[in-house]
């Protein structure tokens, strides 16, 4: 079992700039990568961003290439994601993800096994 608490969210103005904090515990070296993923209402939930624990490759959904950094600190076993130039289009629900399957596909949610509960990020216009 592996289990996630995701902090950080609240409500900033956009352009403003926040930083998500994934902690995991339990069986967290089986762990192969772990992603952010966001779900706005009424829509679908749709990847962010993910990161290989063995390596450190790191993936983005383009709408958050360049504004949005993804980074881990092994020895805390948790996972950040610092986002900059926030617009309201990224208001939503962020939820943290962790995956074991080495061969998993990171942008897919449904290779993921483990979630957190999420934490809202609101972007005021």
């Known amino acids: 079992q592996v289990q996630l608490v995701e902090s950080g969210g609240g409500l900033v103005q956009a352009g403003g700039s926040l930083r998500l904090s994934c902690a995991a515990s339990g069986r967290t070296f089986s762990s192969a990568a772990m992603g952010w993923f966001r779900q706005a209402p009424g829509k679908e939930r749709e990847f962010v961003a993910a990161?290989?624990?063995?390596?450190?490759?790191?993936y983005y959904a383009d709408s958050v290439k360049g504004r949005f950094t993804i980074s881990r600190d092994n020895a805390k076993n948790t996972v950040y994601l610092q986002m900059n130039s926030l617009k309201p289009e990224d208001t939503a629900v962020y939820y943290c993800a962790a995956g074991l399957q080495f061969l998993m596909r990171v942008i897919t949610a449904i290779d993921y096994d483990y979630w957190g509960q999420g934490t809202q990020v609101t972007v005021s216009s």
């Open positions: 990161i290989r624990w063995s390596g450190g490759s790191t």
